[in-house]
């Protein structure tokens, strides 16, 4: 039977999202209900053990989606409005993905789709995320043009925005807050703003470092961590910071002058084109109008120039408009914000952003899987024999099995014509009985493949160089004696010695099939030889003196008168008991060699047939039934979500 291996179906990677106590993955996760402007509520931070990661070893590819903290609303703990049936199927195909393979599914984004799908209007969310500090202070300007209204002077938002340190998170609400609600993670705040009002839409004012993400290994790649930016967090009673994943729906990555573009343009690589409707990316340069490295610039100063302008005298109208178009604020503003539905027959249907940040999710999730198996794939068969090797060692053996023929056939009929077997023919059994067993044991031990294990060895020797495990350290590897048996190890290594002649303290890694045969001929066959040997030369001695007897007797009977006849008589039975020992023993003699003849053929096809299967079969490990099937369930559930995706 070929051996299996047990490789994890979804592998696991160290975590590296929190420098907190160790033994301890809590990640906090912000809270925040997808609802129109007028009905969102306050949102809270709360924490949650990280989940464990699955059973196994082998593998570090799909576990750092797992650790991602999770963007759950406060109706996850509250009852909740119930999904709007448009979005039922969706949203069960969803989390029935992420029940059966959780590793695969990056989380955070996972759970903001999830909490998207369970409004009919849900908020977008859209990151501005700034590269170091200069692509920091850059994104905040940015986020004040897209967000504030230039027909009302400047608010106090606006300034206090600005000045922030750390990240905002930038909401519709009726009246200006500046302080919308205390979190430790980022400020919130709260603005009359026509454009999140109409949109539907919150922004997110982030810094990010060269990275964009915390390190990990892992295949999420760039674009998830843009989507899904991280957020320092301190923990409490400690001077470290915590690490908060915070997802976006869409996101702009924003550098500044040309140390920007530099750090950017790996990242304008990852982008697609399915891709590029979630994630894009601007580098700020005092020019209008210009690419760098295929990286589309903006000019914040002449915009804020303009800006500032229009507000202070609305006749700047027209220098306004072209500033801002070459300004390149005008394809941001659109990147983010031309996404709702116009119509109310539409309103049932998701959003362009919603829709394809879930298409990007399942491409991701798929992505995962198909690495996933391609590891394991990838790890049986670096545990693999190659084909051209197989076929090689296959050539080997025939070579070895055609020489071992050969040497049997010639080894054998130049021993049973050697004068050590002639010794036994007749009729020098009559007095070279006890040289039966001598020169039996003298055939068997300097003539039976002696030449062919010798070849076996070295041939074995090949086979494990090619990988394989010899068979002899399989069967010690299967071999768990108790402590009893142990104890009377030294007794059976004796026993066994006597009745077959093997050692079992000599360990030998080439198949013992031939030495067993000759100790079994040695212990079986000779013996029974030479007993029959022994029974002819008796049953001729008996005859001939039963005959000689006779004569004998009727010597006397006749008082000499039946000399001659007598003298037949015990003529007939010697030639007679003679002739049959000759005519039996020579069958005898006959058949013992065909015998060891026959058993060398039986043992060197056995040992060609063990010698083939190993090289046929083993170090083929496969992948466990149970895996392969809960890859295709994941992938048939993702084909499901397309299906309810492309009908909305």
């Given at each position: 039977m070929?051996?299996h291996?047990?490789?994890?179906a979804?592998?696991?990677?160290?975590g590296?999202?929190s420098?907190?106590r160790?033994?301890?993955?809590?990640?906090l996760v912000l809270?925040?209900?997808?609802q129109?402007?007028?009905?969102?509520?306050n949102?809270?931070?709360?924490?949650l053990?990280?989940?464990a990661?699955?059973?196994g070893?082998?593998?570090h590819?799909?576990?750092?989606?797992r650790?991602?903290?999770a963007?759950a609303?406060?109706?996850?703990v509250?009852?909740t409005?119930?999904?709007?049936?448009?979005?039922?199927?969706l949203h069960?195909?969803?989390?029935?993905?992420?029940?059966?393979?959780?590793?695969?599914?990056?989380q955070s984004?996972?759970?903001?789709?999830?909490r998207?799908?369970e409004?009919?209007?849900?908020?977008?969310?859209?990151?501005?995320?700034?590269?170091g500090?200069?692509g920091?202070?850059a994104?905040?300007?940015i986020?004040?043009l897209?967000?504030a209204?230039?027909?009302?002077?400047q608010?106090?938002?606006?300034?206090e925005?600005?000045g922030?340190?750390?990240?905002?998170?930038i909401?519709?609400?009726e009246?200006?807050?500046l302080?919308?609600?205390?979190?430790?993670?980022?400020?919130?705040?709260g603005?009359n703003s026509?454009?999140l009002g109409?949109?539907?839409?919150e922004?997110?004012?982030?810094?990010?470092?060269?990275g964009?993400t915390?390190?990990?290994?892992?295949?999420?790649?760039?674009v998830?961590?843009?989507?899904?930016?991280?957020l320092?967090?301190?923990?409490?009673?400690?001077?470290?910071?915590?690490f908060?994943r915070?997802?976006?729906?869409r996101?702009?990555v924003?550098g500044?002058g040309?140390?920007?573009?530099?750090?950017?343009g790996e990242?304008?690589?990852?982008?697609?084109?399915?891709t590029?409707?979630?994630v894009?990316?601007?580098?700020?340069?005092p020019v209008s109008?210009?690419?760098?490295?295929?990286?589309?610039?903006?000019?914040?100063d002449s915009?804020?120039?303009a800006?500032?302008?229009?507000?202070?005298?609305?006749?700047?109208?027209s220098?306004?408009s072209d500033?801002?178009?070459?300004?390149?604020?005008?394809?941001l503003?659109?990147?983010l914000?031309?996404?709702?539905?116009?119509?109310?027959a539409?309103r049932?249907?998701?959003?362009?952003?919603?829709?394809?940040?879930?298409a990007s999710?399942?491409t991701?999730?798929?992505?995962?899987i198909?690495?996933?198996?391609?590891?394991?794939i990838?790890e049986?068969?670096?545990q693999?024999?190659p084909?051209?090797r197989?076929?090689?060692?296959?050539?080997?053996?025939t070579?070895?099995?055609?020489y071992a023929?050969t040497?049997l056939?010639?080894?054998l009929?130049y021993?049973?014509?050697?004068?050590?077997?002639?010794?036994?023919?007749?009729?020098r059994?009559?007095?070279?009985?006890?040289?039966?067993?001598f020169?039996?044991?003298?055939?068997?031990?300097?003539?039976?493949?002696?030449?062919?294990e010798?070849?076996?060895?070295?041939l074995?020797?090949q086979?494990?160089?090619?990988?394989?495990?010899?068979?002899?350290?399989?069967?010690?590897a299967?071999?768990?004696?108790?402590?009893?048996?142990?104890?009377?190890?030294?007794?059976l290594?004796a026993?066994?010695?006597?009745e077959?002649g093997?050692?079992?303290?000599?360990?030998?890694?080439?198949p013992?099939?031939?030495?067993?045969?000759r100790?079994?001929?040695?212990?079986?066959l000779?013996p029974?030889?030479?007993?029959?040997?022994?029974s002819?030369?008796l049953?001729c001695?008996g005859?001939?003196?039963?005959?000689?007897?006779?004569a004998v007797?009727?010597v006397?009977?006749?008082?000499?008168g039946?000399l001659?006849?007598?003298g037949?008589v015990?003529?007939?039975?010697l030639?007679?008991a003679l002739?049959?020992?000759?005519?039996?023993?020579?069958?005898?003699?006959?058949?013992f060699?065909?015998?060891?003849?026959?058993?060398?053929?039986?043992?060197?096809?056995?040992?060609e047939g063990?010698?083939?299967?190993?090289?046929r079969?083993?170090k083929r490990?496969q992948?466990?039934t149970e895996?392969?099937?809960e890859?295709?369930k994941?992938?048939?559930?993702i084909?499901?979500a397309?299906?309810?995706l492309e009908?909305?």
């Amino acid at each position: 039977m070929r051996p299996h291996v047990r490789l994890n179906a979804w592998p696991s990677r160290p975590g590296v999202l929190s420098p907190a106590r160790r033994g301890a993955r809590r990640f906090l996760v912000l809270s925040h209900q997808h609802q129109s402007p007028s009905q969102r509520q306050n949102s809270s931070l709360r924490t949650l053990k990280g989940p464990a990661s699955l059973r196994g070893t082998a593998g570090h590819v799909l576990g750092s989606s797992r650790r991602q903290s999770a963007l759950a609303s406060r109706t996850a703990v509250n009852p909740t409005s119930p999904t709007p049936p448009a979005n039922t199927a969706l949203h069960g195909a969803l989390s029935a993905l992420n029940s059966l393979a959780p590793e695969a599914v990056n989380q955070s984004r996972l759970q903001l789709v999830l909490r998207s799908l369970e409004s009919a209007q849900p908020v977008l969310r859209v990151g501005i995320l700034g590269v170091g500090d200069g692509g920091f202070s850059a994104a905040k300007r940015i986020a004040r043009l897209l967000v504030a209204d230039p027909l009302d002077s400047q608010a106090a938002w606006e300034s206090e925005m600005v000045g922030q340190a750390g990240a905002v998170l930038i909401r519709y609400s009726e009246e200006e807050e500046l302080d919308a609600e205390r979190n430790p993670l980022l400020k919130i705040v709260g603005t009359n703003s026509r454009v999140l009002g109409r949109e539907a839409v919150e922004v997110l004012v982030a810094k990010v470092e060269e990275g964009l993400t915390v390190p990990y290994s892992g295949n999420d790649g760039m674009v998830d961590s843009v989507l899904v930016p991280v957020l320092q967090s301190p923990l409490a009673g400690s001077d470290r910071a915590g690490f908060v994943r915070f997802p976006v729906h869409r996101a702009i990555v924003v550098g500044e002058g040309v140390k920007g573009a530099l750090k950017l343009g790996e990242l304008e690589k990852e982008l697609d084109r399915d891709t590029r409707t979630l994630v894009n990316v601007a580098v700020n340069l005092p020019v209008s109008g210009v690419e760098l490295d295929g990286l589309a610039t903006t000019n914040v100063d002449s915009a804020e120039s303009a800006f500032g302008s229009f507000r202070v005298d609305v006749k700047n109208g027209s220098t306004f408009s072209d500033a801002w178009q070459s300004s390149g604020l005008s394809q941001l503003s659109d990147f983010l914000f031309s996404d709702k539905t116009a119509t109310e027959a539409q309103r049932t249907r998701l959003r362009p952003a919603l829709k394809a940040q879930i298409a990007s999710l399942l491409t991701s999730t798929e992505s995962s899987i198909d690495q996933a198996e391609s590891q394991v794939i990838a790890e049986i068969t670096s545990q693999t024999v190659p084909e051209s090797r197989r076929e090689r060692l296959q050539s080997v053996i025939t070579s070895w099995s055609e020489y071992a023929h050969t040497d049997l056939r010639n080894s054998l009929t130049y021993a049973f014509e050697s004068p050590t077997w002639r010794r036994t023919a007749f009729p020098r059994v009559l007095w070279r009985i006890d040289d039966v067993t001598f020169s039996g044991s003298e055939v068997l031990y300097s003539n039976f493949l002696v030449e062919t294990e010798t070849y076996l060895a070295f041939l074995t020797g090949q086979i494990g160089e090619a990988g394989d495990e010899e068979l002899e350290t399989k069967r010690r590897a299967r071999f768990n004696p108790t402590k009893a048996s142990l104890l009377r190890m030294d007794t059976l290594s004796a026993r066994l010695r006597a009745e077959t002649g093997l050692d079992t303290s000599v360990a030998k890694p080439w198949p013992r099939g031939i030495e067993a045969t000759r100790q079994a001929l040695l212990r079986t066959l000779l013996p029974s030889i030479h007993a029959r040997a022994q029974s002819l030369v008796l049953q001729c001695l008996g005859t001939v003196g039963s005959t000689s007897a006779l004569a004998v007797w009727y010597v006397i009977a006749t008082a000499g008168g039946g000399l001659y006849e007598a003298g037949a008589v015990a003529g007939l039975g010697l030639v007679w008991a003679l002739r049959r020992l000759q005519r039996l023993w020579g069958e005898e003699r006959t058949k013992f060699e065909s015998e060891v003849r026959e058993q060398g053929r039986l043992v060197l096809a056995e040992t060609e047939g063990i010698l083939r299967k190993v090289v046929r079969e083993d170090k083929r490990p496969q992948v466990r039934t149970e895996d392969t099937a809960e890859w295709e369930k994941a992938r048939s559930l993702i084909h499901a979500a397309r299906n309810e995706l492309e009908k909305l």
